[in-house]
C-alpha cells in the first residue's frame, strides 16, 4: 500500500525483532564478526553496496554508523526523495561537508550573498587558503548570478530563503542554468525542511538542513543532514569516509523522535506563523514582516512557486532612535526565549546585529532600523500575540 510521508514517519523503522515502537539505540565501536571469513565477506560486500548506492544493513566498524543511523538515514532519503542522505554531527558540519566534497584549488564557488555566517567564513576564509575562489551574488537578480559563471565556477550553493534578511530566490532558474552549464548546485534548505520543499527531486545535487532544527523539533540535539543525487554521490562519499564524519547512535534516536511529529510541527510553525503575522501587519511600530505572506510580493510568488508550505522563523524590522528600547521590547518577552537555534517547540527572539549577519553586500538596514529574528514556536497563538503587545510598547 502506499503511503504518504505522514503516515510513513509514524510507521517507519519500528523493531519488531524487540517488539518496540522505536529503533533501538545501538552504540557500538567494535561491530562483531563470527570468523574472519565472514568479516572478509562482508567487507566486499560493503563496498559494493557503498559504490552502487545501495542501503547498507550494518558496517565493519563504528564510524560507518550503527543500526540507529541506518534507520535515520532511510527516513531521511524517503522524506527528501534522494539518491542518499550522509548524517553529520551538527549542521554546520553537512554545510562544510557539501562544499569540501565539491571544491578543489582553482575552481569558483558562486554563491548567494545571504547565507549563514559561518557559511560566508569556509568561503570566504578556509577555501581562500586553498586557492578555491569565492565569488558572491545578489540574492535578488538572477541575472547577477548568471553573469558570474565562468569556466572555472564548479559550484553554486544557495541559501533560501536568505539567512535572516529572508530573501526568496528563483530556484528554478538557478538549477537549469546549472544543469546547462554541467556546474554542481547546494541549497541550505533548513528553513523549509524536506517537508515543504524536495530539493534534490527538484534538480539541486546537494540539500543541507540542520536537523538541530525542525527534524529534532525539541532544542535538545544537534545533527546535520546531506542528502545528495546520484551525480555527486561517490565524491561526497569519499570526503565523508576520509574526513571522519559521524552521528552518534543515541543523537539519530533522537532526530528519529522529532520526525515522527514532523509534519504535525511543520503545520502547527506555519498556522501560528500566520495568525502571528496577521496581527504584526496592522501594529505601526513593525515596519516590514520579512516572510512570505504578502500574495502581491515578490518574496511571496518564488515562495509559492516552489514550496508547499512556509516554516515559523521570520525577520521584522522596527523603527527606533532607541537601540536599548528595542532590546527591552525582547528582553520583555514572557514566552520567547532570547537565543539561537530556532526550529524547536517554542518561541524564540533575537537581535541581529550586523556582526551576526557577516559581511552583506546587499542587504542594508536604513538608519535607526533594526533586525529581529523571530522563531514562531507551537504555543497557543493567542498566548504569543499577547506577550508581543504586551512588550512592543517598549519600543520608543
Ligand atoms: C540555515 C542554517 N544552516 C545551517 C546551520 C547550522 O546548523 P547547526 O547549528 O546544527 O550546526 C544553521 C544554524 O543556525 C542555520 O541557521
Redesign the pocket.
Same mark, same amino acid.
Given at each position: 500500500m502506499k503511503k504518504s510521508i505522514k503516515t510513513f514517519l509514524k510507521h517507519s523503522s519500528k523493531d519488531y525483532l524487540n517488539r518496540s515502537a522505536n529503533p533501538a539505540v545501538v552504540r557500538a565501536s567494535t561491530i562483531y564478526f563470527k570468523s574472519i571469513q565472514e568479516m572478509q565477506q562482508h567487507q566486499k560486500n560493503l563496498l559494493k553496496n557503498i559504490s552502487k548506492g545501495k542501503e547498507i544493513a550494518f558496517y565493519d566498524y563504528g564510524r560507518g554508523g550503527s543500526q540507529t543511523s541506518i534507520a535515520l538515514q532511510k527516513i531521511l532519503n524517503e522524506l527528501e526523495q534522494s539518491y542518499h542522505v550522509f548524517l553529520t554531527q551538527?549542521?554546520?558540519?553537512?554545510?562544510a561537508l557539501a562544499i569540501m566534497s565539491i571544491c578543489r584549488p582553482g575552481d569558483e564557488i558562486l554563491i548567494s550573498d545571504c547565507v549563514?555566517r559561518?557559511?560566508q567564513k569556509i568561503t570566504n576564509q578556509l577555501l581562500n587558503e586553498f586557492n578555491i575562489k569565492t565569488v558572491w551574488y545578489n540574492p535578488n537578480s538572477f541575472d547577477d548570478l548568471k553573469s558570474k559563471v565562468t569556466k572555472k565556477t564548479k559550484l553554486i550553493y544557495v541559501?533560501n530563503p536568505g539567512?535572516n534578511s529572508f530573501e526568496f530566490q528563483d530556484l528554478g532558474k538557478i538549477v537549469n542554468l546549472a544543469k546547462k552549464k554541467k556546474i554542481f548546485s547546494a541549497i541550505?534548505n533548513? =528553513?523549509a525542511t524536506a517537508y515543504f520543499f524536495k530539493p534534490i527531486k527538484f534538480g539541486f545535487d546537494l540539500s543541507?538542513t540542520?536537523?538541530?532544527?525542525y527534524y529534532s523539533g525539541h532544542s535538545d540535539v544537534?545533527?546535520?543532514s546531506l542528502a545528495v543525487s546520484k551525480k555527486v554521490y561517490k565524491k561526497v562519499w569519499w570526503y565523508y569516509h576520509i574526513s571522519g564524519y559521524r552521528l552518534s547512535a543515541d543523537d539519530a534516536y533522537l532526530i528519529i523522535r522529532g520526525l515522527r511529529t514532523l509534519d504535525l510541527r511543520m503545520e502547527k510553525h506555519q498556522k501560528n506563523t500566520m495568525e502571528v503575522i496577521k496581527w504584526m501587519s496592522k501594529q505601526k511600530k513593525i515596519a516590514k514582516i520579512l516572510y512570505p505572506y504578502k500574495t502581491s510580493s515578490k518574496e511571496y510568488k518564488l515562495w509559492k512557486k516552489y514550496y508547499s508550505g512556509a516554516s515559523g522563523l521570520l525577520g521584522i524590522i522596527v523603527k527606533s532612535k532607541i537601540k536599548s528600547s528595542v532590546y527591552k521590547f525582547i528582553n520583555s518577552l514572557e514566552l520567547f526565549g532570547i537565543g539561537?537555534? =530556532?526550529g524547536g517547540y517554542s518561541s524564540l527572539a533575537v537581535y541581529n546585529h550586523e556582526t551576526e549577519m557577516g559581511k552583506r553586500r546587499y542587504f542594508k538596514l536604513s538608519k535607526n532600523q533594526h533586525l529581529l529574528r523571530l522563531h514562531i514556536g507551537l504555543e497557543d497563538p493567542k498566548d504569543i500575540i499577547n506577550d508581543l503587545k504586551r512588550s512592543l510598547r517598549f519600543i520608543k
Open positions: 551538527t549542521g554546520f558540519a553537512a554545510v549563514y559561518p557559511t541559501e539567512s541550505d533548513t =528553513w543541507i540542520s536537523a538541530t532544527k544537534m545533527a546535520g539561537y537555534s =530556532w
